[in-house]
């Protein structure tokens, strides 16, 4: 079988200058950060100019696949590290075989290494996958990293005096000798300003830089080089409504049955909702095309949260019922994961470690508990994000209040966050810096020449969503995927549906006056009319009071506590007073629509364990 065999973690060390033979543990250090992300194999090449590591969680072909993996042709010899898959190894590999390259093994590691031994930085070209790697050319001293096109694989680097250093996570360059961890004020701007949000290309920590999605970097003695590769084109769009939705069907059903190619179990992540209900539905007609029997689907729910639901104008009903008409409609086996509250507390800790920073509170925590039942029998999943980025799912598409805020629609409340911080740091620029960032981005927005305004300002919503706040839900969904060693992939990022959406004009996205109306459309007999019908409703979270009293807490303790480090950062009367109302003085959401007064606790209780646990020096 040929597909993806390399979910995993990479780390490296390139110098010119001195002798790295002598420095072998400290990539050992830097690759034991990455147990989680390949507990099934580790491996490291050593050279007087360069270190790498790599650690393994192996999906195909589990004897082909080792790394650091060397390939040797017409005298030249590189060497790969590699986190990732290919959904489109067959075809590189039969293209490559007719100009004459021989294959040792059936991974696609060895495919790519042969791509970029044939094509050069051009590989980017013909590559359709997830991942991250990096590549040294012995002969000519040189590296290449690069990032996939969307960014859901991650890759962090710091570039210091003649060194270059990288690795999968923050905590991998952290091992490194030469980096510290500290924050200055621009990390600080970042965790309050725009977090849990990042500036593409930032770590938060001074030095640790993260390669921005579709991005390369070339390193040798001559220096180093950052180029982006692939961006977002604004094209005229010339297919009619029906045209339109059989080319998404035809390319969300190709993206989603290239990636069930595994060794292992498989399963998919289901809520009820639209885009679950569809990557479900298609790899289960498949699933049961090739013989390969009933799919398996996982949900979340919290105790006792049904005596608890509230309709919302955001969450207007319960997943329940909605993932019972769905498992029965495609006879999966189905599984239920239920989640205490009490979990979602003592787990802060979790998501913090597996993050590297604070992250979306119980969002992250209950996804990380998530991923962890289901490890337990399955090491991949297919999950439903990035559809509502780039078919317009979510309210800030359509409210006229949020299409026209001259900010990031989800994070529109960047005063009411200056206002918890300390006397000390009233003077950060966050508001500017929060600006700036919206307005850099803005800059770089592909617009079609002869567009209304209207046109262009919608061309805007999508693209600050597919820049910013997908790359954030990617962020979360590898981190808490990964720290339990499973592999979860993500069909909507495929990029080529992700091109060919952004040229869809808004009256065909909004087909029938329906978020993600033309997706909904393309769903029409391959899901029940029920599904197809349901409004949207965001990622469960849980509505028991207790885990507002919980929160509440653990943040009157971190508040007595005067060795909490986080008090130096925060104004203790308001976030007193945040704590004595069980957030409810906090009315506006921190962040997106989920993250209001109790979750901002969450949040604090986070930083506080980051910067505990982190030992983070504030400059």
């Known amino acids: 079988m040929l597909g993806c065999d390399n979910v995993c973690g990479i780390a490296g060390w390139i110098d010119n200058e001195i002798d790295l033979r002598e420095n072998v543990e400290t990539i050992k250090d830097m690759i034991s950060t990455l147990k989680n992300r390949g507990p099934d194999d580790s491996g490291i090449y050593v050279s007087k100019d360069a270190l790498l590591g790599h650690r393994r969680l192996s999906i195909i072909d589990p004897e082909g696949g080792n790394q650091p993996m060397i390939k040797t042709v017409g005298g030249r010899e590189f060497i790969i590290v590699y986190n990732g898959e290919l959904y489109n190894t067959k075809e590189l590999r039969e293209k490559l075989e007719n100009k004459g390259y021989i294959f040792n093994s059936y991974s696609d590691t060895e495919v790519l290494l042969t791509s970029y031994i044939e094509w050069g930085i051009e590989c980017l070209k013909y590559i359709n996958g997830i991942f991250a790697f990096g590549i040294w050319n012995v002969n000519n001293k040189r590296l290449f990293l690069a990032r996939d096109h969307l960014g859901v694989k991650p890759l962090f680097y710091s570039h210091i005096n003649d060194s270059l250093i990288f690795g999968s996570e923050i905590k991998t360059l952290l091992k490194h000798p030469y980096i510290e961890p500290i924050v200055d004020d621009v990390g600080l701007m970042e965790i309050f300003g725009l977090g849990p949000a990042r500036s593409l290309g930032t770590g938060v920590f001074r030095n640790i830089k993260e390669i921005p999605p579709a991005h390369y970097i070339l390193y040798d003695e001559k220096g180093f080089k950052i180029e982006q590769y692939w961006e977002l084109e604004a094209k005229s769009h010339e297919e009619n409504l029906e045209d339109t939705t059989n080319h998404v069907r035809s390319l969300l059903i190709d993206a989603v049955e290239r990636q069930l190619v595994s060794d292992v179990p498989l399963c998919t992540f289901l809520s009820g909702g639209l885009d679950s209900s569809a990557i479900s539905a298609i790899a289960s007609n498949a699933f049961k095309r090739d013989g390969r029997g009933n799919l398996n689907t996982f949900s979340i729910d919290y105790k006792d949260n049904d005596k608890f639901f509230k309709s919302s104008k955001f969450q207007p009903d319960a997943d329940s019922n909605w993932i019972k008409v769905m498992a029965e409609y495609i006879n999966s086996n189905h599984t239920n994961i239920e989640l205490t509250n009490e979990e979602l507390i003592t787990s802060l800790k979790d998501g913090v470690l597996a993050r590297d920073l604070p992250g979306m509170a119980d969002v992250d925590t209950s996804l990380f508990l998530f991923c962890k039942e289901v490890r337990n029998t399955h090491t991949v999943a297919l999950s439903g994000e990035c559809a509502d980025e780039i078919f317009g799912g979510y309210p800030w598409f359509r409210n006229k209040e949020d299409i026209n805020a001259d900010t990031f629609p989800w994070s529109k409340n960047v005063g009411n966050r200056r206002k918890i911080l300390s006397k000390d740091l009233k003077d950060l620029p966050i508001e500017e810096y929060v600006k700036e960032k919206y307005k850099d981005t803005l800059k770089r927005v592909p617009k079609l020449y002869g567009e209304s305004s209207v046109d262009g300002r919608m061309r805007g919503i999508f693209y600050l969503n597919i820049k ?92 007595k506590d005067k060795s909490s480090p986080v008090l130096e950062l925060l104004d203790y009367d308001i976030v007193k007073e945040i704590v004595d109302t069980k957030g409810k003085s906090y009315t506006k959401p921190w962040f997106g629509q989920l993250m209001t007064g109790p979750q901002l606790m969450a949040y604090l209780i986070q930083l506080n364990i980051w910067l505990r646990e982190y030992k983070v020096r504030l400059v």
């Open 468 to 559: 910013w706040f997908m790359i954030t839900l990617l962020n979360r969904k590898d981190r808490m995927s990964m720290a339990n060693s499973l592999e979860v992939r993500v069909p909507f990022a495929d990029y080529r549906l992700v091109e060919y959406a952004y040229n869809i004009p808004k009256e065909f996205k909004f087909y029938g006056n329906r978020e993600k109306g033309i997706l909904r459309k393309a769903l029409r007999g391959i899901l029940p009319d029920s599904i197809i019908n349901r409004k949207k409703s965001p990622y469960p979270k849980t509505h028991h009071p207790i885990y507002t009293e919980l929160v509440q807490q653990e943040m009157k303790r971190i508040l």
